[in-house]
T-cell receptor, first 111, second 115 residues
Framework: DAKTTQPTSMDCAEGRAANLPCNHSTISGNEYVYWYRQIHSQGPQYIIHGLKNNETNEMASLIITEDRKSSTLILPHATLRDTAVYYCIVRAAGYNDKLIFGTGTRLQVFP | KAGVTQTPRYLIKTRGQQVTLSCSPISGHRSVSWYQQTPGQGLQFLFEYFSETQRNKGNFPGRFSGRQFSNSRSEMNVSTLELGDSALYLC??????????????FGPGTRLTVL
């Protein structure tokens, strides 16, 4: 599975968009980009995933560059409850439930 | 639909003892994975079970083992506990229905403290 690089921490004002970048320059053609987040002392929570097209759901948007070497998770209107560690993970599709977590980005949303 | 449940939520053991943790996946989910989270090593994959068979394994010593029952419930066991085994142990389940991705749903974890 490809390795990802994320900033260690980021701040965001409540109500503003939070843009969390992820670099995955060694991603291969059959690997998806997944985002999970972990609020303090809870289990990780799935947010969104994509292969090459931009994706949006009720929680967030995922923008993947055309060369697929990087992506950005966008929380359009951050709230205090979005304060968490956000993990960007790349893994191949199929029968492989092994997630390789990096160090993630600690997002702090402030009032 | 009930989420992934893990029991117990907190556990204190002493070095040399063994421990068994339990995980009940979401109804209908057939794959169960286990992860260890420590401040030093972060979230690390332990193993995954599907249809009562271990399908994937992480890089952990043989003291860590698991099994899955016919109802998809899973247990993991750690024998001869060491201080470094103190961690949050997380269980995740997924449908594994052959779709192009398998979204994993995590439980709240079991916090194990080894004294």
């Amino acid at each position: 599975d490809a390795k990802t690089t994320q900033p260690t921490s980021m701040d965001c004002a409540e109500g503003r968009a939070a843009n969390l970048p992820c670099n995955h320059s060694t991603i291969s053609g059959n690997e998806y980009v997944y985002w999970y987040r972990q609020i303090h002392s809870q289990g990780p929570q799935y947010i969104i995933h994509g292969l090459k097209n931009n994706e949006t759901n009720e929680m967030a948007s995922l923008i993947i560059t055309e060369d697929r070497k990087s992506s950005t998770l966008i929380l359009p209107h951050a709230t205090l409850r979005d304060t968490a560690v956000y993990y960007c993970i790349v893994r191949a599709a199929g029968y492989n439930d092994k997630l390789i977590f990096g160090t993630g980005t600690r997002l702090q949303v402030f009032p | 639909k009930a989420g992934v449940t893990q029991t117990p939520r907190y556990l204190i053991k002493t070095r040399g003892q063994q421990v068994t943790l339990s995980c009940s996946p979401i109804s209908g989910h057939r794959s169960v994975s286990w992860y260890q989270q420590t401040p030093g090593q972060g979230l690390q994959f332990l193993f995954e079970y599907f249809s009562e068979t271990q399908r994937n394994k992480g890089n952990f010593p043989g003291r860590f083992s698991g099994r899955q029952f016919s109802n998809s419930r899973s247990e993991m066991n750690v024998s001869t506990l060491e201080l470094g085994d103190s961690a949050l142990y997380l269980c995740a389940s997924s449908l594994d229905g052959g779709a192009s991705y398998n979204e994993q749903f995590f439980g709240p974890g079991t916090r194990l403290t080894v004294l």
